[in-house]
T-cell receptor, first 114, second 113 residues
Framework: SAVISQKPSRDICQRGTSLTIQCQVD?????MFWYRQQPGQSLTLIAT?????????ESGFVIDKFPISRPNLTFSTLTVSNMSPEDSSIYLC???????????FGPGTRLTVL | GENVEQHPSTLSVQEGDSAVIKCTYS??????FPWYKQELGKRPQLIID?????GEKKDQRIAVTLNKTAKHFSLHITETQPEDSAVYFC????????????FGTGTQLKVEL
């Protein structure tokens, strides 16, 4: 399976600031996703990162708050904008090849907002 | 959209006993059902999956069963070991294409010595 890395692995940020999380894959993949996992909770899909076009957001998530880029088939970024303590979560990128079912997760970014 | 319910939320077993986690789904079009294990501070790892064309799949001490009629599927872990202690998530989706996974709420499994 592909090797997935995320930067940063963790960060502590001040309220009102923004953080950009990077997801890098060692091979080209068709589909990349961004998930949020709040403390003690399940995985919630934020959006599907589409290569060369705007991301597809799930209900409850908007582009102004979580802008996503995907300039190529191996890289994507998620920005958490104008952060508040409620944004404290683990953010995970995930990938799957179109036509395949198996989905893999990156190591996650643990974000704490003070 | 799809809704996946998972029970129990916590499960404590003695080492060597079996553990069973159950999930139900709402969308009859779903046909792919993976299970993920997440150890503390780690990423979710796929441990087994099943497609709707089979009723059961086994991999060593882990098995998954699927009842399409009742729209539920279960994870069975036999001869549990302390390293099985983790949070387990079930998920459901329509296989292929760009269909997204919908996750259950998770089960915290603790295997006690």
């Amino acid at each position: 399976s592909a090797v997935i890395s995320q930067k940063p692995s963790r960060d502590i940020c001040q309220r009102g600031t923004s953080l950009t999380i990077q997801c890098q894959v060692d091979s080209q993949v068709t589909m990349m996703f961004w998930y949020r996992q709040q403390p003690g909770q399940s995985l919630t899909l934020i959006a599907t990162a589409n290569q060369g076009s705007e991301a597809t957001y799930e209900s409850g998530f908007v582009i102004d708050k979580f802008p996503i880029s995907r300039p190529n088939l191996t890289f994507s970024t998620l920005t958490v904008s104008n952060m508040s303590p409620e944004d404290s979560s683990i953010y995970l990128c995930s990938l799957r090849d179109r036509g395949a079912d198996t989905q893999y997760f990156g190591p996650g970014t643990r974000l704490t907002v003070l | 959209g799809e809704n996946v319910e998972q029970h129990p939320s916590t499960l404590s077993v003695q080492e060597g006993d079996s553990a069973v986690i159950k999930c139900t789904y709402s969308d009859s079009a779903s046909n792919y059902f993976p299970w993920y294990k997440q150890e503390l501070g780690k990423r979710p790892q796929l441990i087994i999956d099943i497609r709707s064309n089979v009723g059961e799949k086994k991999d060593q001490r882990i098995a998954v069963t699927l009842n399409k009629t009742a729209k539920h599927f279960s994870l069975h872990i036999t001869e549990t070991q302390p390293e099985d202690s983790a949070v387990y998530f079930c998920a459901a989706s329509v296989a292929g294409g760009g269909n997204k996974l919908t996750f259950g709420t998770g089960t915290q499994l603790k295997v006690e010595l």
